[in-house]
C-alpha cells in the first residue's frame, strides 16, 4: 500500500539548483527515516542523503555535503532533496526510499522505493 512518487527533476545548467520531492501515500510516514539515492547509467545506485523520522537529524555523501540538503515536513508526508550547485557528475535518476532497518548509508536498509525521477545536469 505504501507509494513514494518523486518530482522535481529535470535539466539544468552547471551551477543551477533543483528541488526534488517524494510523496509518500501511507499513513505512517513520520515513523520512518526516509533516504534518496541516486543511479547513472552503467552504474550502482549510490547513497546521496537521509533524514532520521524527526528531521532532526541528516546525513550526507562526502560528494553532495554542503551542497544538498534534505528535509521533510511530516504535515505534508513529504521529503525534499535541495540540490545547489549542482554538477555534470549530479546528473542520474534520484530515487526516495523509506527505511525499514539497518544503515540509512546503505540501499538494502530500506524497504520501500519510488520509480524515480531524472536530474540532468548539462556543463
Known amino acids: 500500500q505504501v507509494q513514494l512518487v518523486e518530482s522535481g527533476g529535470g535539466l539544468v545548467q552547471a551551477g543551477g539548483s533543483l528541488r526534488l520531492s517524494c510523496a509518500h501515500s501511507?499513513?505512517?510516514?513520520?515513523?520512518?527515516?526516509m533516504g534518496w539515492f541516486r543511479q547513472a547509467p552503467g552504474e550502482e545506485r549510490m547513497f546521496v542523503a537521509a533524514?532520521?523520522?524527526?528531521?532532526?537529524?541528516?546525513y550526507y555523501a562526502d560528494s553532495v555535503k554542503g551542497r544538498f540538503t534534505i528535509s521533510r515536513d511530516n504535515t505534508k508526508n513529504t521529503v525534499y532533496l535541495q540540490m545547489n550547485s549542482l554538477k555534470p557528475v549530479d546528473t542520474a535518476i534520484y530515487y526516495c526510499?523509506?527505511?525499514?532497518?539497518?544503515?540509512?548509508?546503505?540501499?538494502?536498509?530500506?524497504?520501500?522505493w519510488g520509480q524515480g525521477t531524472q536530474v540532468t545536469v548539462s556543463s
Open positions: 526510499a523509506r527505511h525499514n532497518s539497518g544503515s540509512v548509508y546503505s540501499g538494502p536498509s530500506y524497504n520501500y
Open positions: 501511507g499513513r505512517t510516514f513520520s515513523s520512518y527515516a
Open positions: 533524514v532520521t523520522w524527526s528531521g532532526s537529524t541528516t
